[in-house]
């Protein structure tokens, strides 16, 4: 490896360590996360620049944080000398401007827990919360996060751009939510945190079934956000979740790439520490004596099958208990149809399907291949080849991940004609 | 990927600050080893991009005089 690509991976390391803080900062300086994420941006230019030849400082994040500094400082002169012009001629403009004093300290758990709430707020849609997230919190690239998402590098620069623009036209404060809108405001955090773990752990497009990179920073951010905030139980149980879930990466593809059934896993596979880390994250949660949220019931559930060794070990009867209370958290079809799973597992197939049966006309679940997928697995277990074929078929057709479609037609196949 | 990081150090490692591994949510496991004449040993391991983060996370840390091994753990 040549120098200057050896330290221009220094760079990227460092840059993946310290963006976030280095951001968090300069908002908390500028009162304008848009402008610390354009500075921070130029810190990083300027470091890609000088390091090769100068050599990598002692101290890069300090280096990053000071350079980016005075790029911001530069900045709100200059908007500062552009208002008092402003001024001179009589506009009535009206800007906040921060504190030149005001220094960056090493204190930066609130402005990064700042940030996150920031960056996921609900004023912003779903991509644009992704696309920032990672952008900003994560330390990733525009083409690493376009490569993720399967989407051109110009479609999430411009996600990104609309974003911080949306931001300050919606005058979103710095700051972390209090009170009520805390609770509001977190799930909106959690929420975004999930869907890039989930479009890590289960594809929605594309020839892979999995994304392993963003799973692996969602991990990250949750553990970094349950580290800033210990006391929200629905912070550990996300963390719970998650790593419960990432435990399966290894079993979830056999060697062909094609997704490999829960109960068909070789838990040989599961990463064990991973399930521990897991299974401590969620008794963090239940030792905060908060009432039982969402992402606890589902971290709870995914326990169920982390806790046995063997699938013959499961309890289902609990999972089918804790679908129930998910039911009464979060209304939903989806839940109900894993329901519908644990009972069949718990109760014999008959049970699940006569759930599924009452559920299959619900709107949501239309054109959702899990649907056909569950009721022609029951069909399957109680002898009805014929219907469980054409419920395979059925869901091969709905499904958009090539790999899981291959995976359906071959049980259809194995219905026999 | 996962490095594991092999610590020799005269001193406890309980007493070294690794609370910055923990906040960067990189930190997987740690734990010690048995004493032997050299010192106390120890390890860590962490979950991060590559090599060059796995080594500037762990130059963060105020060690003392102790000789550090960074390896990367094989993936079976």
Known sequence: MGATTSVHRTVDAVWRMESAKVIAALARYTRDVGLAEEMAQDALVAALEQWPDEGVPKNPGAWLMTTAKRRAIDQIRRRENFNRKVEEIGRDVQEATPDASEGVDDEIGDDLLSLIFTACHPVLGTEARVALTLKMLGGLKTEEIARAFLVSDSTVAQRIVRAKKALADAGVPFEVPEGPELQTRLASVLEVLYLIFNEGYSATQGDDWMRPELCAEALRLGRVLAELAPKEAEVHSLVALMEIQASRSKARTGPGGEPVLLLEQDRGKWDWLLIGRGLKALERAEALNQPPGPYYVQAALAACHGRARKPEDTDWQRIAALYEVLGQISPSPIVELNRAVALAMAFGPAAGLALVDEIAGEKALQGYHLLPSVRGDFLLKLGRTQEAKAEFEKAAKLTRNEREKTLLLERAASCGT | ?76
Do not use: T
């Not at chain 2, 960067?24 to 090599?51: E, K, T």
């Open chain 2, 1 to 76: 990927m996962r490095f594991m990081v092999w610590v020799r150090s005269p001193k406890p490692l309980a007493a070294l600050h690794i609370d910055s591994l923990e906040r960067a949510g990189v930190l997987l496991d740690a734990g010690d080893l048995v004493p032997h004449a050299c010192g106390v040993s120890g390890y860590w391991l962490i979950d991060v991009r590559n090599r060059e983060e796995a080594v500037e996370r762990i130059k963060r840390i105020p060690l003392p005089a102790c000789v550090v091994e960074i390896r990367q753990v094989a993936v079976v």
